[in-house]
């Protein structure tokens, strides 16, 4: 074979190869189009990097915040960047009305709810015998509550379509326990037993739930656990030997969302570097 035959097939060889992996990663990256998701808490942290995930795989993105605007704006713009419908609601979801009246004005924009991600939370750390009842019930409230706002409004929809996935963010503080966060392990372990409550309640419709908990995440929440001494502490019991980051959250998220995930319903996903074991 002449050196110029071999060289055209080397050509319309690479020519197929660099084909065939854009096509692949065409069907890769459409993992949720023309689904839509709702995502709470999403201005910052996980939350943020669930709703950029998501649409990075053609879903349609409404998220909620509480307090920044400006943040929710950039990120309403960023979504929109890349190539999906995307909408702010300033919404508390431990407050039921809200959730009410945003995920009808949700449907009223996007047609349907498809996946639903329950991320809000805070966390307000303290010793049982300093923890003011006010304390206590404020991570209930955004923690737990919220939970149960959102999921009860966005069954309706998925109920009638026979078709959802609702994903709620536990923790492994929620399994584990740990000192000085009764509050925060409570209402997280309280996921969990709602999740797999709901997973009996919504099957028959096809509807899956399910939950995921995450170890330590470098966010801004946790940022103090990466400092001094503690850092050290923390890094020692877990068996990855580093903090985890939002994005990998994001990326098992996106698998519950995801047709990849359909026979999947109750379970809880630890994303804990191996602190589970």
Not at 7 to 34: N, P, R, V, W
Request: glycine fraction near 8%.
């Amino acid at each position: 074979m002449r050196n110029e035959e071999k060289a055209q097939m080397c050509d319309a060889t690479m020519f197929y190869l660099i084909t065939f992996a854009h096509s692949i990663k065409k069907i890769y990256m459409k993992l949720l189009e023309g689904k839509v998701a709702i995502v709470t808490g999403a201005s910052r942290g996980i939350g943020e990097a669930i709703a950029l995930k998501l649409a990075e795989h053609g879903a349609s993105i409404a998220f909620t915040y509480v307090s920044s605007d400006e943040k929710a704006k950039a990120l309403e713009e960023r979504l929109q960047g890349l190539g999906v419908n995307a909408k702010a609601y300033k919404s508390n979801a431990g407050v039921y009305a809200e959730c009410e009246a945003m995920v009808n004005a949700a449907i009223t924009e996007f047609g349907t709810i498809d996946v639903c991600v329950n991320n809000a939370g805070i966390s307000k750390d303290n010793l049982l015998l300093r923890m003011t009842p006010e304390q206590w019930d404020d991570v209930m409230t955004t923690n737990l509550k919220s939970v149960f706002n959102m999921t009860k409004q966005v069954i309706k929809p998925m109920m009638k379509a026979r078709k959802g996935s609702i994903i709620n963010m536990s923790s492994i503080i929620g399994i584990r326990g740990n000192a000085g966060q009764s509050s925060y392990a409570a209402s997280k372990a309280g996921i969990i037993g709602f999740t797999k409550s709901m997973a009996h309640e919504v099957s028959s419709r096809n509807i899956r739930c399910n939950a995921i908990a995450p170890g330590f995440v470098e966010t801004d929440m946790t940022h103090y656990l990466k400092e001094g001494e503690a850092s050290t502490a923390f890094l020692q019991k877990i068996p990855l030997g580093r903090f985890a980051k939002a994005e990998e959250v994001a990326d098992t998220t996106l698998y519950l969302a995801s047709d990849m995930s359909s026979y999947i319903t109750g379970q809880v996903i630890s994303v804990c570097g191996g602190l589970n074991i």
